[in-house]
């Protein structure tokens, strides 16, 4: 099993099978979870999600936030950018630093 995985819409993630990753193709945000079940049963040790899609595992990514494995990174994908990735980004670090360190003054 590849430790790599990508899970996103068709035209987000096709042209990363090239570098030979395992791509999991959802274009239907609402088929998700299934999905990422199977993504977490075949333990891929990390594991790209498009923004989109994110935005509708955010219990479930949440749960892996503590754990080693898999490590977990929302980028964006081709559809628009909704910037919730980075604000994922920026509440684990403020939970882990105990403040927001990247705050705009």
Known sequence: ????????DKESITGFKAFGVSIYIVDDPEKVKPVFDEVIKNQHKLV????????????EINK???QAYPIISI???L???????EEKIL???EL???SNI????
């Open 1 to 8: 099993m590849n430790p790599i995985a990508f899970l996103g």
């Open 48 to 59: 790209f999600i498009t923004e989109d899609l994110a935005d509708y595992l955010d219990d």
């Open 96 to 98: 882990t630093v105990g």
């Open 102 to 105: 990247l705050k705009e003054k």
């Open 91 to 93: 509440r684990i670090i």
């Open 79 to 85: 559809k628009e950018s909704s910037s919730s990735g």
């Open 64 to 66: 892996y936030f503590s």
């Open 75 to 77: 980028f964006p994908g």
